[in-house]
């Protein structure tokens, strides 16, 4: 088994079957980054001297094939206890390149249920690169592992993300 670590749309139960625990991850901090794959921003972890929440979960070797394919424009890196998919510098790019809503509503829903209203403004707090800005396709997803949010998750994520700027359309 390899001891992988989800700090994004992993934390989210129902986009993955591997399970989990609750755990951090000391050295790392999350980052919105632009690739050339696609054309919005992946969320991706650097190290960096802070902590951040997370899914630690077990994965069967004959499984790593199918999570790596999801994980596609990541490398698995080794921390103390497992490893962690990171968009390498390779794969980055420097261009504008909004955040999907519908990615980061999967995203802020497996935090408010994993870590409570805290984890999610901890989410936000302890993640860069919010420049970007988003992208709402929440009426039409994008994101293929989007997931419905209710009314009230709706209302505390916009009340979260209210200071960060919303652009018209992907570049």
Same mark, same amino acid.
């Given at each position: 088994m390899i001891q992988v670590f989800g700090y994004g749309s992993l934390v989210n139960r129902k986009t993955q079957s591997?399970?989990?625990?609750?755990?951090t991850l000391d050295g790392w901090r999350r980052v919105w980054v632009a690739t050339a794959a696609r054309p919005a921003?992946?969320?991706?972890?650097? =190290?960096f001297d802070s902590t951040i929440e997370g899914l630690s979960f077990p994965v069967p070797p004959q499984n790593l094939p199918d999570?790596?394919?999801?994980e596609a424009q990541y490398d698995r890196v080794p921390h103390d206890t497992g490893v962690v998919y990171s968009v390498p510098a390779r794969n980055q790019v420097e261009r504008p390149c909004a955040i999907l809503r519908s990615y980061l509503d999967v995203v802020l829903q497996g935090y408010l =249920?994993?870590?409570?209203?805290?984890?999610?403004?901890r989410f936000i707090t302890t993640t860069s690169g919010w420049e970007h800005g988003l992208y709402d396709d929440r009426a039409a997803p994008i994101y293929p592992r989007a997931q419905p949010i209710s009314a009230k998750e709706t209302e505390l994520f916009d009340a979260f993300l209210a200071l960060v700027p919303v652009v018209e359309e992907l570049e």
């Open positions: 591997f399970g989990g625990e609750r755990t921003a992946f969320l991706s972890v650097e =190290r999570l790596d394919q999801r =249920r994993e870590f409570g209203q805290q984890g999610v403004a």
